[in-house]
């Protein structure tokens, strides 16, 4: 197979080799199995019907390692989307103060970053979503596709990661979108991974993954006590005609 090109934030990273269907970058270490989910990993119970999420490209970040102060008691949507770049696209960051229901005792959610195009915006977290209270954001453009981003303990996987938790830990690309790609579709993936990348940026692993049906793009990493699930969606004719800006979309989601 020839080189492959991958652009993501704004830089071109060549993708080394290409070994049992997942590309490598950075020479980043990936193995797979066909083994199912075990160890490390508890079976969830309850299988939650996955909404569809969309996230943004990646024009410029604030640096890494932006200090976590302590969640405030601002509840609900609280803004946190940039100015318009010259491209009319917006970069959203967590704030520092927004809370959540993810449970009393846990540390604060360290903030993510992903960019939308301007036409995109936030919509309201009900608590009829499947995914429950573990579903932090929703955005959406009404002709374009959806996102939606999951943040959830880890100790609800693993009862041995603390609180400095990496994706690897918690288990290689295939086994993480066996067991946790049901989070966001609503059924088994089986068959329906077209794709499956390991990054790394800034010292942190994501596992990116493409699957159909549905049209779906799936980006999952760790950080602190807490697992990510970024994923960006859209109909057949939203996927046909706005696929490039949903991947790039979907490129940009990182963990500070």
Same mark, same amino acid.
């Given at each position: 197979?020839? $080189? *492959?090109?991958?652009?993501?934030c704004?830089?071109?990273?060549?993708?080394? +080799?290409?070994?049992?269907?997942?590309?490598?970058?950075?020479?980043?270490?990936?193995?797979?199995? +066909?083994?199912?989910?075990?160890?490390?990993?508890?079976?969830?119970?309850?299988?939650? +019907?996955?909404?569809?999420?969309?996230?943004?490209?990646?024009?410029?970040?604030?640096?890494?390692?932006?200090?976590?102060?302590?969640?405030? #008691?601002?509840?609900?949507?609280?803004?946190?989307? +940039?100015?318009?770049?010259?491209?009319?696209?917006? $970069?959203?960051?967590?704030?520092?103060?927004?809370?959540?229901? @993810?449970?009393? !005792?846990?540390?604060?959610?360290?903030?993510?970053?992903?960019?939308?195009?301007?036409?995109?915006?936030?919509?309201?977290?009900?608590? /009829?979503? #499947?995914?429950? $209270?573990?579903?932090?954001? &929703?955005?959406a453009?009404?002709?374009?596709?959806?996102?939606?981003?999951?943040? /959830?303990?880890?100790?609800?996987?693993?009862?041995?990661?603390?609180?400095?938790? $990496?994706?690897?830990?918690?288990?290689?690309?295939?086994?993480?979108?066996?067991?946790?790609?049901?989070?966001?579709? !609503?059924?088994?993936?089986?068959g329906?991974?077209?794709?499956?990348?390991?990054?790394? @940026?800034?010292g942190?692993?994501?596992?990116r993954?493409?699957?159909?049906?549905? @049209?779906?793009?799936? *980006?999952?990493? /760790?950080?602190?006590?807490?697992?990510?699930?970024?994923?960006?969606?859209?109909?057949?004719?939203?996927?046909?005609? @706005?696929?490039?800006?949903?991947?790039?979309?979907?490129?940009?989601? &990182?963990?500070v």
């Open positions: 197979m020839g $080189t *492959t090109l991958f652009s993501s704004s830089f071109l990273a060549q993708i080394s +080799s290409v070994e049992n269907g997942i590309s490598r970058v950075k020479a980043v270490a990936c193995s797979t199995g +066909s083994d199912s989910v075990d160890g490390v990993m508890k079976r969830r119970s309850v299988l939650v +019907s996955g909404a569809s999420l969309i996230s943004s490209a990646v024009l410029g970040f604030p640096a890494d390692g932006l200090a976590v102060v302590k969640q405030g #008691l601002l509840a609900g949507r609280v803004p946190g989307l +940039s100015e318009p770049d010259e491209q009319g696209w917006r $970069t959203y960051r967590r704030p520092d103060d927004k809370s959540g229901g @993810h449970g009393v !005792g846990w540390s604060p959610i360290i903030p993510y970053l992903f960019s939308v195009p301007q036409e995109w915006d936030e919509v309201p977290v009900s608590i /009829a979503d #499947l995914g429950g $209270t573990e579903i932090d954001l &929703r955005f453009s009404p002709k374009k596709g959806r996102l939606f981003v999951i943040v /959830a303990p880890v100790l609800r996987f693993a009862d041995n990661l603390g609180d400095d938790a $990496t994706i690897e830990k918690i288990g290689p690309p295939e086994k993480v979108i066996n067991a946790f790609g049901p989070e966001v579709i !609503g059924e088994n993936v089986e329906k991974v077209l794709s499956m990348n390991v990054e790394e @940026h800034s942190r692993t994501y596992y993954y493409e699957l159909e049906p549905p @049209h779906v793009l799936i *980006t999952a990493t /760790a950080a602190g006590n807490r697992l990510y699930l970024f994923s960006v969606t859209g109909n057949g004719l939203q996927w046909k005609r @706005h696929y490039t800006d949903l991947k790039k979309i979907a490129d940009s989601f &990182r963990v």
